[in-house]
């Protein structure tokens, strides 16, 4: 995925050319697919969709990205498609919490309760900006995961929105008031089980941000950001 370049020169539609990518549905409604692109389209972002059940190909075209139900049969054939790539694809998973913990081990970089427009408008503004512009070496992977807070003798739990080198945003399971000091445990995909002391910066609704304390974790963390640099980017 390039950046828009600053020069004067590049015209709107090499620009738009830049920030156009393929999203797969499978055994999704095209309805949803359509509703993805409408959302991306008011964000800058040109989504091209194509519609798949089982047995059906998709071609030779990139795919950049992909949304489908969080279900054995529809997890498997991502896994055996020969366009899938780990940390590479972005992965829109349409169920719950516990759905999300279930296949947490994808890389479910988005989760959608369902396929209601109010979904699919977090679920875009989630990855926008990182088909805009990359992630970044100090920027966050949008990626939802379970995570236990170990807040002062309570134990809560949340699905992250992102994870970065610095922090995370959580949205928890209830609206609470976290302490100046939490312990998150959590698991991040081709990285393995973390541990690290928290604190709280900001809130809205059941969102949180939380900022990580100096950990001998971080070459760990700082290296699995890394490896998701190229998300959502066609091949070069």
Known sequence: MASTSSNPSVSVA????EHRF????????????????????RLNVSAV??????????????INACVLPLRETAVAWLKQS???????????????ARAAKRFAGLGINALLKDGSQHSIQAAVEA?????LRGVGECGRVPIAIDVEINAQGRTLTGVTKNVGYGGLAVRLIRNVALPDVVT???????AGSFSLVASPRWYSGS????????????????????????????EV
């Open 82 to 96: 020969a366009w899938f790539r780990p940390r590479r694809t972005v992965v829109y998973g349409i169920g719950g």
């Open 207 to 234: 969102l949180a941000g939380l900022r990580f304390e100096p950990s001998s974790q971080e070459p760990v963390l700082k290296q699995w950001l890394h490896d998701y640099s190229l998300l959502g980017c066609s």
């Open 22 to 41: 393929t999203l797969l549905g499978f055994k999704v409604d095209r309805q949803l697919l359509a509703d993805f692109a409408d959302t991306f389209k």
């Open 127 to 131: 990855t926008h900006s990182l088909l």
């Open 184 to 190: 998150l445990n959590f698991t991040l995909p081709y």
């Open 14 to 17: 090499e620009s738009h050319r």
């Open 49 to 62: 969709t194509v519609c798949m059940g089982s047995g059906q190909r998709h071609g030779d075209r990139q």
